[in-house]
């Protein structure tokens, strides 16, 4: 399939599909517009709202899900639809289906995150739309969570928290962090930002990444590990963090097999996407006391229903997709996406483009 170009000539129509108050500083948000505009007199840039909600997100995310998000789809307004006749490069959470035929003349669209499943959903690559995510762009905060919920469980701060509220002046001791191992599943932005935080705590720290070759190196790590070798890795490890994109490679990878082979007592976080862990076979793992806990800042469908086994799982921290900090992410975003609007116009390669 031949890519699509932005027009040689005329004007290039660029818009902003997620809900602009998402962007928490108006001024600022008018002012990253302004300088795309910039960029080249010929462009022009709209704001037009397309918001799927996380329900949908997560359905299109899954191919399993796709039929029935199809069904669910939400009709396009008159503004969404003349949007679409025109444009030729979006900034995107949500994209309709079929979006290569609704928009004849769209060449490229910027990702918000760092997964883009939803977005592939669409048929870009049928079309020969370019796709490129913003990878790393919140990855100091998520980063800073992670190292957050290493400590709050290894210190021992929810039992704390649990005598502070019964009024029961018991101490609770708990071992030191320096020394322990921690596992990296995934050495994208957000992990290298753990690998380099935990350098501070003196923590022996391995990774495992799908391209990883024998005698690869990283920054902060002391050791990488193929994908093939994840299991090996997983038994090494007193901490597994998980922080990958939404792949059909990496959906239901943290399986029973998976669990069944990480250390006895260890301790699981997943701040990537839900679709990774196999949710019941985690369960069982904590109940077993097969793993001592878990922290889960995203789930396999998402809202998590109430009715959800995950809400009451033995010594399970949840928290709801939040891990990041929006009023960082979309500055950093918008820079991404202004360096992409000039390689776009000048013809040059996009920044972290990942399909087709």
């Known amino acids: 399939m031949e890519l699509r170009q932005p027009p040689a000539d005329g004007t290039i129509v660029l818009a902003v599909l997620y809900p602009r108050e998402w962007f928490a500083d108006q001024a600022a948000f008018d002012a990253s517009l302004d300088a795309v505009r910039a960029v080249d007199p010929r462009i022009e840039v709209l704001t037009v709202a397309y918001d799927e909600g996380q329900h949908l997100r997560t359905l299109r995310g899954r191919p399993e899900g796709i039929a029935a998000a199809r069904g669910e789809a939400p009709p396009l307004t008159d503004e969404q639809r003349a949007l679409f006749g025109r444009v030729h490069g ?72 649990v005598r502070q509220r019964q009024h029961r002046w018991e101490p609770v001791y708990a071992p030191e962090l320096a020394g322990a191992t921690v596992g990296l599943i995934g050495l994208g932005a957000i992990n290298a930002g753990v690998a380099r935080r935990l350098q501070a705590f003196d ?28 299991h090996e890795m997983l038994g090494g490890c007193d901490t597994v963090v998980a922080a990958v994109p939404e792949t059909p490679d990496t959906i239901g990878l943290m399986d029973a097999a998976a669990f069944a082979a990480m250390a006895p007592g260890s301790f699981f976080v997943n701040v990537g996407r839900g679709t990774l862990v196999d949710e019941l076979a985690l369960i069982d793992a904590l109940h077993r006391g097969h793993l001592r806990g878990a922290a889960l800042d995203v789930a396999s469908l998402e809202p998590l229903p109430p009715e959800h086994p995950l809400w009451d799982a033995p010594n399970l921290s949840l928290s709801y997709h939040c891990s990041s900090d929006p009023v960082a992410l979309f500055p950093n975003l918008h820079r991404l996406w202004l360096e992409n609007v000039r390689r776009f116009v000048a013809g040059e390669p996009l920044l972290q483009q990942v399909s087709p």
């Open 203 to 230: 923590v022996r720290v391995l990774a495992s990444r799908r391209s990883a070759r024998p005698g690869d190196t990283a920054p902060d790590v002391d050791e990488l590990f193929p994908t093939a070798r994840l």
């Open 90 to 161: 979006v900034l995107a959470l949500d994209l309709p289906f079929d979006v290569g035929a609704l928009a004849p003349n769209l060449a490229w669209v910027q990702g918000i995150g760092a997964g883009y499943a939803q977005l592939e959903s669409a048929g870009l690559a049928a079309a020969g739309i370019r796709l490129t995510n913003a990878a790393g762009v919140n990855s100091v905060a998520i980063s800073e969570f992670v190292v957050g919920r290493i400590l709050e469980e290894r210190k021992g701060f929810r039992e704390l928290y």
